[in-house]
């Protein structure tokens, strides 16, 4: 277990600002996590768990406690059949390396597993998955998780819980909302994938895809291959330009709202969805800089750091985005990333 002292929240997460936090503790195996435990109650601090910092802003006044960085690691097989096969995933591996790992299996008959081959090259670890439900392209962590292993913090105490215990929603779990907001580290992840391979129509982007490129067997490998080139085309990769992916959550609509919607002219997706890209890019915000923050060019739902030194010029930015659409179509967009630290 490695404990450092005053570290810049802002080397911990990918949009890259935030003040300096009280300890941070790397937990590098199970059994570190009670040692941690102990530390916070001597230390009586707050802890905070992070994995990658892709979903993560940090405010100016820092974290007076202890943030715990996951760096638990291995994936492994638990058992298979005829039709599915589960994998366990420790919580500090990549995310998209449990996806690769999962296309690459051999299943009797090919090669690929399907059920998260649409998460490809989502910046995370797997750890974050069931936080927030992570889903993309029609998939989501709630349609393949099939329990995970946690340290409960309030009863000091390792724990197995499976999905249905979760409360898997729309970007929702019990791990960030209301009690369960730093209550639970989660140790590990198990999926359940299956020889069901997806099959078209998909969703726009991805479908205009393998029409342009002529692709018509769509194996898992082909799916994770074609959703990485799509990203790729769409989205900063937050290693290279400071951002935290998705800053906007979608807009979700009743039914009964969806007619006078489509009628202003909104683009309304199946369910209700609006999507908040497309809010911001018809609000006429995609390229512009507020408080040095970006609107993405390719993507209009993320905000880049190009020279923002505070958690106040990203507010000052936030602001201006939300503003702007609500007065433009009425509706108020909502923050995705969580928050990390002191007003």
Known sequence: ?????????????????????????????????????????????????LGG??????RDGGFNGIILVNKLHGIYVIDSDEKSIRLCAKTGELLDDLVEYSVKLWNGESYGYSGIEALSKIPGTVGAAPV????????????????VCVYDFKDNCFKHM???????????????????????????????????????PFYTSLQAFFEEHNITEFTPQVIRDGVAAVRESKLPDPAVEASAGS??????????????????????????KIPSGWLIENAGLKGKVFNGMRVS????????NDSAKSYADLAKAREA???????????????????????
Request: proline share 3%.
């Open 321 to 343: 985005v939300i503003d702007a659409v609500y007065e433009k179509f009425g509706y108020k967009l909502e923050q995705e990333p969580m928050e990390l630290g002191d007003e």
């Open 247 to 272: 800053f906007f959550k979608n807009v979700y609509i009743s039914e009964d709202e969806i007619p006078a919607a489509e009628a202003k002219g909104i683009m309304v997706w199946g369910g209700g």
């Open 53 to 58: 910092g892709s979903n993560v802003i940090g």
């Open 132 to 147: 927030q439900n992570v889903g993309a392209y029609g998939q989501e962590i709630k349609n393949v998780l099939h329990s």
């Open 1 to 49: 277990m490695k404990i450092r002292e005053n570290v810049p929240i802002s080397t911990l997460t990918t949009m890259r600002l935030g003040g300096n936090a009280r300890y941070v503790i790397e937990i590098e195996e199970d059994k570190d996590l009670a040692e941690a435990y102990i530390f916070a109650k001597e230390k009586d601090l707050p802890t905070y768990i």
């Open 297 to 304: 060019e390719k993507a209009a739902l993320v905000l880049i």
């Open 162 to 200: 499976m999905a249905d215990e979760l409360d898997l929603g729309y970007r929702h779990s019990i791990f960030n909302t209301g009690d369960g907001v730093g209550r639970y580290f989660i140790t590990s992840v198990t999926v359940e994938l299956n020889k069901n391979w997806l099959k078209p």
